[in-house]
């Protein structure tokens, strides 16, 4: 997407921002890689507080 051999957290960051205006969702999940889904599906996912994230993370 980018034609750029490094891609730099400013491209990053400008991609995600065009992304969400188009109701896309952009999010790492490693150093080199990067998933996509749109809006509305990421919405519906179920919402955690932060206590109950750490009681997941911790267990």
């Not at 490693?30 to 932060?50: E, H, N």
């Amino acid at each position: 997407m980018s034609e750029k051999e490094i891609v730099d957290k400013v491209f990053l960051s400008s991609l995600s921002s065009e992304l969400l205006n188009k109701s896309w969702c952009m999010f790492q999940v490693s150093s080199t890689s990067y998933s996509f889904i749109q809006l509305d599906s990421a919405q519906k996912f179920r919402k955690l507080s932060g206590q109950r994230l750490s009681t997941l993370i911790d267990s």
